[in-house]
T-cell receptor
């Protein structure tokens, strides 16, 4: 298995909802990442997990809560989001902490 | 921190070569990368080059690195319509951090 998978592909949520994004990889990569990408912009780093521990948090608002239950799985829990949080959320993994392999993304719309 | 700059748009005819250019500021970047993003999709790692290399070739892709000028280029030979996408240049701004350029939109005209 040589890919990063993300579910769901699309998500529409209201500002009072709680939802979660899921990312999975079975390549044995020990670093996993969450990025946010707005239209016509490059991805912006949100969080990095290394060996299942949070190693980087790029000052992301607390309405985004990451979780790494095991070395293959990364979740992003969402609560009380704002319309400006609508974006493509990308997960990535890396075997070395350098080259990163991305999933297809979850397109999130907050209404 | 690392800063990566690239032009916004490139248009080429099918069958021609495409050259996408990028400049970066951090000479200590260990790796430099090229990613491809098609509409509505994630980023695909096309190729990457270690900072002590000058060139890397992988099938239709050639990466050239000029460390003196901090200039990176991606050449796509025999460009096809399926190569139409946004191409991001990126540098390893630090361990576990990648700094992306703004992306170059490549349009391939049939």
């Amino acid at each position: 298995d040589t890919e990063v998978t993300q579910t769901p592909k699309h998500l529409v949520m209201g500002m009072t909802n709680k939802k979660s994004l899921k990312c999975e990889q079975h390549m044995g990569h020990r670093a996993m990442y969450w990025y946010k990408q707005k239209a016509k912009k490059p991805p912006e780093l949100m969080f990095v997990y290394s060996y299942e521990k949070l190693s980087i948090n790029e000052s992301v608002p607390s309405r985004f809560s990451p979780e790494c239950p095991n070395s293959s799985l990364l979740n992003l829990h969402l609560h009380a989001l704002q319309p400006e949080d609508s974006a493509l959320y990308l997960c990535a993994s890396s075997p070395t902490g350098y080259e990163q392999y991305f999933g297809p993304g979850t397109r999130l719309t907050v209404t | 921190g690392e800063d990566v700059e690239q032009s916004l748009f490139l248009s080429v005819r099918e069958g021609d070569s495409s050259v996408i250019n990028c400049t970066y500021t951090d000479s200590s970047s260990t790796y430099l990368y090229w990613y491809k993003q098609e509409p509505g999709a994630g980023l695909q790692l096309l190729t990457y080059i270690f900072s002590n290399m000058d060139m890397k070739q992988d099938q239709r892709l050639t990466v050239l690195l000029n460390k003196k000028d901090k200039h990176l280029s991606l050449r796509i030979a025999d460009t096809q319509t399926g190569d139409s996408a946004i191409y991001f240049c990126a540098g390893s701004g630090g361990y576990q951090k990648v700094t992306f350029g703004i992306g170059t939109k490549l349009q391939v005209i049939p």
